[in-house]
């Protein structure tokens, strides 16, 4: 397993002082200087402030006057009071840069940030950001912050930003929070960490960090949920299990539960149409099915007229499902298989679409490019988007040369992509995650222009995966059940047994396409191979089905509880073989749609009553398709429930299927 991540300072400021008060009161405070930083400890962000061994001498220091529009020095002789010499400016904040410097305490550590002192002022402090509740923004010539904790158990001293600063700390800090203003009080910035931003971040489920360890997750379940995907999966094992091991909660609460830490993914126990209700089904034997080489361009060019049009595009669409593709075909076939360019265009005609595209491209881009700082300090959802874009390509596959070292061309790109994609669609804008989808695609387009527009035809087929509700999600959390419950009643009763039935721990692999569960090269063939829409609708869900059936005798044989299997399935990141993984999952779709009692949902959701594009002389290698007007067996039971045993009228447009062993 991965070792923690070391300490990151992400912001660091010098300058920013104490007032001590003394107790002759015509004395003028003492001022003490120190260092604020923020820092990411492992996923947890902390605000740290630690105070310089000397104090400072007012009497020779610039301070901002009480009125803003000038700067105040402080200037006088022995025994002299302070005289006031007013020196002109325009902006208290930019004045008071480099007025004052200080000496950094030599490190003893050779980390050069995180110890300027080695003993421990009463005035050094530090919290996470996720037991802040509130932040006051005062001025008095200068800026200071107030910070209030949700549980003080003492008052913290204001910190004074007389060489400014302030902003730029804020700012920092929505990065990893969302400050919005209290409608009582308009100097006092509200700190909101824990629902609001679940709900609009993925990071808790993308994050690659170490299996999270259960005390952890009780003592503050949303910090370390952020940690990684399977330490969002450990807090829904506490929450379900609570602290008796063998209890069992009725399924109406573990829904609730999971709901609460999924938003948008709860579960309706209530009564709704479309449970179809039938007998164990036998599907008969698995096929076997033969892989092939991937597509060459001599193949490619067979289905090609001189003037760039494709025909005879199923059969082409069937040899790259079979395939995939060779490397140098991929820049210019994804354009197809996205929908980019049709498949019938010619040369002239995808210059023609290219170019009009490059002009809206850059016209959109320019639309952000051009915001003023001072615009954007008004639009907290572009500022919020950029944050986080920014946050997510500095470590969006940084292993990968495309992507890898310091001022990489590659993250340039990503960054820009991401930007005018909010300018594309600004409802859906960024969300955590998108990134990992427009990465392969800028690798193989190496083109900024192509890689957006085929990215926009990739996001229009994800886009539900990352709206606010993630109604998407829930449904294809629901299919995949359902298919798996066809194909095996024993594995899907374990894993019910073990309130693992919601497939939660399949999230990741749906939200983003496998994309953190394999290889990087193997990503690129599993989605052009998926991108053909062969052999069915909903292809990648019989990938998961593929994945766990080739799990599931070690699963039921070691006897996992619920924490074993988010563990064991967690941990085969990287340890797929997706060639492997594509032939188990055509043999299952053709095991299916040769099955003459096949559920009508289970149908829908594999788009067998809808024509396909595979030529009539080689269907037979996906299996027989039988017409959705053919009659059906009378196996199937006249009698419906949802699941729990709780019967329903008869409903002829089932969505959803449930099976009597």
Not at 279 to 293: E, F, H, M, N
Not at 336 to 357: I, M, V
Not at 361 to 390: A, C, G, P, T
Request: charged content about 25%; hydrophobic content about 35%; glycine content about 6%.
């Amino acid at each position: 397993m991965a070792a923690d991540t070391p300490p990151k300072v992400v912001f660091e400021h010098e300058g920013v002082f104490i007032h001590s008060s003394n107790d002759d009161s015509d004395e003028q405070d003492l001022l003490s200087p120190g260092f604020l930083r923020l820092i990411d400890k492992d996923g947890d962000i902390v605000v740290e402030y630690k105070p310089m061994e000397d104090s400072v001498d007012p009497s020779n220091m610039l301070c901002a006057g009480k009125d803003s529009s000038s700067v105040m020095e402080w200037s006088r002789g022995p025994g002299e009071k302070p005289q006031v010499e007013p020196q002109q400016s325009y902006e208290t904040e930019w004045d008071m840069i480099n007025a004052v410097t200080f000496k950094r305490k030599p490190c003893t550590n050779g980390d050069g940030a995180l110890n300027h002192t080695n003993g421990k002022s009463k005035y050094s402090f530090a919290f996470s950001v996720y037991d802040l509740r509130s932040i006051t923004v005062k001025e008095e010539g200068w800026s200071y912050l107030v910070f209030q904790l949700k549980e003080p158990s003492s008052a913290l001293p204001a910190l004074h930003f007389h060489q400014g600063g302030s902003k730029s700390f804020l700012d920092c800090l929505r990065r990893y929070t969302v400050l919005s203003e209290d409608p009582e009080d308009e100097g006092c910035l509200l700190v909101s960490t824990h629902h609001k931003a679940l709900s609009q971040s993925f990071e808790n489920l993308l994050d690659d960090n170490n299996f999270g360890l259960v005390h952890k997750l009780k003592k503050d379940p949303y910090v370390t949920t952020l940690g990684g995907f399977s330490k969002v999966t450990n807090y829904i094992f506490d929450a379900f299990r609570g602290s008796e091991e063998q209890q069992q909660r009725p399924p109406e609460e573990v829904a609730d539960l999971l709901g609460e830490v999924i938003p948008g993914l709860e579960i309706n126990q209530q009564e709704e149409p479309g449970f179809e209700v039938i007998t164990r089904i036998d599907l008969g034997a698995r096929p076997d099915v033969q892989r092939r080489s991937p597509l060459s361009a001599e193949d490619l060019a067979e289905h090609q007229d001189p003037e760039g049009r494709f025909h005879n595009v199923p059969h082409l669409k069937q040899a790259i499902f079979k395939g995939g593709l060779c490397h140098a075909l991929r820049k210019d076939t994804w354009k197809f298989l996205l929908g980019y360019f049709p498949w019938d265009s010619t040369h002239e005609e995808r210059k023609a679409l290219q170019k009009k595209n490059t002009d809206e491209y850059f016209r959109m881009k320019l639309q952000w490019k051009s915001v003023s700082e001072d615009q954007e300090r008004r639009n907290s959802r572009l500022r919020d988007f950029r944050s986080l874009i920014e946050k997510d390509v500095n470590r969006t596959d940084r292993t990968n040369r495309f992507y890898e070292g310091i001022d990489n061309p590659g993250l340039v790109l990503l960054h820009d992509i991401l930007m005018t994609y909010c300018m594309y669609d600004f409802d859906l804008g960024y969300v955590q995650g998108m990134s990992d989808l427009l990465s392969p695609v800028l690798y193989v387009m190496e083109n900024e222009v192509d890689a957006f527009w085929c990215f926009v035809s990739f996001m229009d087929q994800m886009h539900q995966n990352f709206e606010e509700h993630m109604q998407g999600m829930k449904t294809q959390l629901i299919q995949l059940s359902s298919l798996l419950r066809l194909l095996d009643v024993a594995f899907t009763t374990y894993l019910e047994a073990q309130d693992s039935g919601y497939l939660y721990f399949c999230f990741r692999w749906l939200l983003i396409r496998f994309k953190r569960e394999l290889s990087f090269q193997d990503v690129l063939r599993l989605w052009e191979v998926m991108w053909t829409g062969l052999p069915c609708q909903n292809f990648h869900l019989l990938v998961c089905c593929a994945i766990l059936d080739a799990e599931k005798q070690k699963i039921m044989e070691e006897n996992y509880g619920f924490n074993e299997i988010l563990k064991h399935i967690n941990e085969l990141s990287m340890k797929l073989d997706i060639e492997e993984i594509l032939h188990k999952a055509e043999a299952i779709c053709m095991q299916i749609r040769s099955c003459k009692d096949l559920p009508h949902a289970i149908s829908e959701i594999l788009g067998f009553n809808i024509e396909t594009e595979i030529p009539g002389c080689e269907m037979r290698e996906f299996g027989t398709c039988e017409s959705s007007s053919s009659p059906r067996s009378t196996q199937r039971q006249e009698t419906f429930s949802n699941g729990h045993g709780h019967l329903r009228e008869p409903l002829k447009n089932g969505c959803k299927v449930a099976f009597i062993s």
